[in-house]
């Protein structure tokens, strides 16, 4: 089952030319998507555990229940967060979005614009988001792809590489 844990750490690192850095925690105000509803969460966080809280799904390890659930890493999940900012950091040369922990295949908008597609959750992911910030109400949300559905692809698509022909099968 912990290999479709969604798990993240998010913090937006704002770095001004003579001050050093300043830091903002955006570990609050973070919702995830089930069935068209949004559900109040916190991160670092897993979607089982989010689903399990919620009692949206039983408990994975009682009984079968983890062969039961298979269905949730097969699935695409949204999280979002919304935020201020003051004008402060609105004045900052460089505004970063620092990542630590994404699971595994996404994609990452502020303020509806794609700014990041993270392949790997053992990095730290760092994106410059700061002529996309506003005075008042931002949103980043996090779109996960299924890592299975994902790894499947990038699968076949190296199997066809290898085979005679390109992945077109034997001609002859």
């Excluded at 992911?125 to 792809?145: M, R, S, T, Y």
Aim: aromatic share 14%; proline share 2%; charged share 20%.
């Amino acid at each position: 089952m912990n290999r479709n844990l969604i798990l993240f750490f998010l913090l937006l690192l704002n770095s001004a030319l003579s001050n050093g850095q300043m830091i903002l925690s955006l570990n609050d105000n973070w919702q995830f998507k089930y069935k068209d509803n949004w559900y109040n969460t916190t991160v670092p966080n897993s979607i089982h555990t989010d689903l399990y809280n919620y009692k949206l799904i039983p408990d994975p390890f009682f009984s079968d229940n983890e062969y039961k659930l298979q269905w949730i890493g097969q699935q695409q999940w949204e999280y979002k967060c919304n935020f201020k900012v003051d004008d402060g950091v609105l004045q900052m040369q460089v505004v970063e979005l620092v990542f630590k922990g994404l699971d595994t295949y996404c994609e990452v908008f502020v303020n509806g614009t794609k700014v990041l597609v993270a392949d790997n959750m053992f990095r730290e992911w760092k994106v410059d988001c700061k002529n996309l910030l506003i005075a008042e109400n931002n949103e980043i949300k996090i779109v996960f792809d299924a890592t299975e559905n994902v790894s499947k692809e990038k699968y076949i698509a190296y199997t066809a590489q290898k085979l005679p022909g390109g992945g077109k099968g034997n001609d002859t």
